[in-house]
């Protein structure tokens, strides 16, 4: 856990409720955390089931793992320590997202399984769904949409996931979605499937 430094502080609550905020949308907050490797899909996953779901008349949004470090996590870089750091900063903001009542897609490498159950950690249960985006490191070479593969194997990129620093797998995720032999349209699919099963996209009794 992060330290304490501000002092003098206190939590305030509002007098609208997490509740309310949901009944409001007709849906549950919830983070689907998708974790992978780069170029396994979980951006390409999460944008389109956003897509879908806002088709449906769901509220939901997607923090993107690039998108994060243009701003909040700017001055983060690929350390082991600033991963843990950027994870804990996204899983606060995530946990934000999901008190509104939004469903929220995290697009994030997050290498390290310490880190996803720190974030895991943050939530109430059922809050946190992590969603493993399999592809191995052959498929997301071969894929490489950015050129980062081949920058990493030429020594241009220290410490890449997959190649020169560790990618942990999930042990017990909520869900995998086999980008690596499944098209977006089915892994996309999969994951609304799982959401609605288990209740997120009804309204919250009572």
């Not at 996803?116 to 071969?142: I, K, P």
Request: aromatic letters at 8%.
């Amino acid at each position: 856990m992060a330290e304490q430094k501000a002092t003098n502080i206190t939590w305030h609550g509002g007098t609208i409720g997490r509740r309310e905020r949901e009944a409001l949308l007709g849906q549950k907050g919830a983070t689907i955390w998708l974790t992978g490797l780069s170029a396994s899909g979980k951006s390409t996953v999460a944008v389109a089931a956003e897509a879908e779901l806002v088709a449906r008349g769901r509220l939901a949004y997607v923090l993107d793992g690039d998108n994060v470090r243009h701003g909040l996590n700017s001055n983060l870089g690929f350390s082991p320590e600033d991963r843990t750091e950027n994870i804990r900063r996204i899983g606060e903001v995530a946990k934000l997202f999901t008190d509104s009542g939004v469903i929220v897609f995290t697009s994030f490498i997050s290498p390290y399984r310490a880190d996803r159950d720190a974030a895991r950690a943050l939530f109430e249960a059922g809050d946190f769904l992590e969603v493993y985006v399999d592809a191995d490191v052959a498929t997301c070479e071969e894929r490489d949409p950015k050129g980062l593969y081949k920058k990493a194997r030429a020594g241009e990129i220290p410490e890449f996931t997959g190649i020169s620093a560790p990618y942990e797998e999930p042990e017990k995720p909520e869900l995998v979605v086999a980008t690596k032999n499944q098209s977006v349209e089915e892994s996309v699919a999969q994951v609304v499937a799982f959401l609605e099963e288990n209740g997120y996209l009804a309204p919250p009794e009572g």
